[in-house]
C-alpha cells in the first residue's frame, strides 16, 4: 500500500523540478539582461535626474517639468508599427528585424546618456532638458523591441518565466540607476555617475550580439497594386485593425480614461519625491539607501502579495482594494513633512509608499493584461501601458507649480484627492464591465515599472 505522504512529497518536489525548469526553457534567461537594459535608463530622466536639478537650487517648478521629459513612453504606440514592421537601417539589418534595431537603439541610447552627464544644468538647462527628451525616446523605442521580441522567442508555456525574469532584471536596473547613480556621483560628480550608467550599457549590447534572433512570423501579401496601395494596407493591418479590435470592448471609452486616471495621484507626487526629500534635510546617501534600496524591496514584496491577491480574489476585487491602499497612502507623504527630518518616518513613509504601490501594480497590469487579444498582443498592451504613464508625463509636470505655491502638506493631501476620480470610475466599471477570462491574461508584472 503507497505511503499518502510519500507520493505528496514526490509530488511537490517534481512541481519544484518543473517550476526550475521553465527558467531555463530557451530565450528565458536573455530576458534578465534585456529587462536590465530596458529599466537602467527610466531613472536616470526620472528620480535621479531630479536629484541632481534640486542640488543646482532648481526651482520646483523646474524639477517638475521633468515629468514631461518622458512624454515619449505615452505615445511609443503611435510609432511602434514601423519598428515592428520596417527593415534595422545600415548593416544591423544583417542581424534581424529585432537584434538589428534593438543594437542600433541601445547603441546611441548609451551615447545619449553619457552626453546627458557632460551637460551642465547650471548654466544650460535647456541642453539638459533636450538630452533627456532623447534619451527617454530611445528607452521607450527599446522597449517597444524588447517587448516584441519576448512574445516572438520565448514558447507560450514560457511567457510567464521570462515576464519575471525581464522584471528581476528591470528591478536591478533601477536600483543601479537610482541608488547606484546617487552614490557615484558622491565619489566622481554627476559627469561621472552618468558616464558609468552608459557603460552599464553595454551589457544590454552584449547580450543582443549573443542572443538568438526569433523566427519572422509569416505574414500574409499585401493586397492592393503599386506602393500607396500597399502602404494603406500596411497601416491597416498593423494600426487600425488592433484600435478596431479593443474598440469593441463594452465601454471602451471609460476603460481608457481609467487607465489615463489610475495613476494620476501618484504621478503627482512621485515627481516630487527627490526635492521633497532634499527640503526636509535628508542626504543624497540616506535617500539613496532607504528609497533605493528599501523601496526596492517594498516594492517587491508589494508586488508578491498583490499577485497573490489577483490570485485569491480575483482581478476585481484586487484591484478595487490595491486602489484604495494606493490612495491612501500618499498621506504617509504628510505625516513624513511634519515629521521634522526623523529618519524613522523616512523608512515608514517608504516601506508603505512602496509597498503599495506594488501592490495596486499587480492588480493593475492584471486589468490590462485581461484587455488585451492574443491577435494583437503588442499593439493594444502598448497603448494601454501607454495611457497609464500620460498623469505622469502632463499633468506631473504642474507638480513643482502646484507645491511651491500650497507648501508640502496641501500639495500632498491634493495628490490623494486626485486618485478619487478615478476610484469612483473604477468602482462603476467594475460592475457595469467585469474583466473576462477570455483575454490574454499573462502572468502579473510584478515590475510596475513597465507602466510607469
Known amino acids: 500500500m503507497s505511503d499518502p505522504a510519500a507520493s505528496q512529497t514526490v509530488s511537490a518536489a517534481a512541481r519544484w523540478r518543473a517550476l526550475v525548469a521553465i527558467y531555463r526553457a530557451p530565450g528565458v534567461p536573455v530576458m534578465l539582461f534585456l529587462g536590465f537594459a530596458a529599466g537602467l535608463p527610466l531613472p536616470l530622466t526620472g528620480f535621479t535626474l531630479r536629484q541632481w536639478l534640486s542640488e543646482t537650487e532648481a526651482t520646483l517648478a523646474v524639477i517638475g517639468l521633468t515629468a514631461s521629459v518622458g512624454i515619449a513612453y505615452s505615445f511609443k504606440f503611435l510609432w511602434s508599427p514601423l519598428l515592428d514592421r520596417l527593415r534595422p537601417p545600415l548593416g544591423f539589418a544583417r542581424l534581424g528585424r529585432r537584434r538589428g534595431w534593438l543594437l542600433a537603439i541601445q547603441i546611441l541610447l548609451a551615447v545619449a546618456i553619457a552626453a546627458l552627464g557632460f551637460s551642465d544644468p547650471r548654466a544650460a538647462i535647456g541642453m539638459t532638458f533636450a538630452i533627456a527628451v532623447i534619451v527617454a525616446y530611445l528607452s521607450a523605442s527599446q522597449d517597444i523591441v524588447i517587448d516584441a521580441y519576448r512574445i516572438e522567442r520565448l514558447a507560450p508555456e514560457a511567457q510567464g518565466a521570462g515576464l519575471a525574469a525581464y522584471i528581476w532584471g528591470y528591478r536591478v536596473a533601477l536600483l543601479a540607476g537610482n541608488a547606484g547613480a546617487l552614490m557615484l556621483a558622491g565619489l566622481g560628480g554627476w559627469g561621472f555617475s552618468y558616464l558609468a550608467m552608459a557603460a552599464l550599457m553595454g551589457i544590454g549590447i552584449l547580450c543582443c550580439v549573443l542572443m538568438r534572433e526569433p523566427p519572422a512570423p509569416s505574414e500574409p501579401a499585401l493586397e492592393g497594386e503599386g506602393p500607396l496601395a500597399k502602404a494603406a494596407a500596411w497601416v491597416r493591418r498593423a494600426v487600425i485593425e488592433p484600435l478596431a479590435d479593443f474598440a469593441r ?3 471602451w471609452i471609460w476603460i481608457l480614461l481609467f487607465v489615463c486616471l489610475f495613476k494620476l495621484g501618484e504621478a503627482l507626487a512621485g515627481t516630487m519625491t527627490a526635492p ?9 546617501e540616506t535617500v539613496a539607501g532607504v528609497s533605493g534600496v528599501f523601496g526596492l524591496v517594498a516594492t517587491l514584496a508589494g508586488v508578491a502579495v498583490g499577485g497573490a491577491l489577483v490570485a485569491r480574489l480575483g482581478t476585481a476585487r484586487a484591484l478595487i482594494g490595491t486602489g484604495i491602499l ?4 500618499n498621506l504617509m507623504y504628510v505625516a513624513l513633512a511634519y515629521g521634522g527630518g526623523d529618519i524613522g518616518m523616512l523608512w515608514l513613509q517608504v516601506g508603505v509608499e512602496n509597498f503599495t504601490d506594488g501592490l495596486a501594480d499587480a492588480a493593475f497590469v492584471a486589468y490590462l493584461s485581461s484587455l488585451t487579444r492574443i491577435a494583437f498582443t503588442a499593439t493594444q498592451y502598448a497603448l494601454l501601458s501607454s495611457l497609464a504613464t500620460v498623469p505622469l508625463r502632463t499633468l506631473g509636470a504642474s507638480s513643482g507649480w502646484l507645491a511651491e505655491s500650497m507648501g508640502w502638506p496641501p500639495f500632498f493631501l491634493l495628490t490623494t484627492a486626485a486618485a478619487l476620480p478615478a476610484m ?18 499573462p502572468p502579473v508584472d510584478p515590475g510596475g515599472g513597465a507602466i510607469i
Open 249 to 251: 470592448h463594452d465601454g
Open 276 to 284: 521633497f526629500y532634499r527640503s526636509l534635510g535628508y542626504s543624497r
Open 326 to 329: 494606493q490612495m491612501v497612502s
Open 424 to 441: 469612483g470610475l473604477m468602482l462603476w466599471l467594475l460592475r457595469r464591465f467585469p474583466p473576462k477570462a477570455g483575454g490574454l491574461a
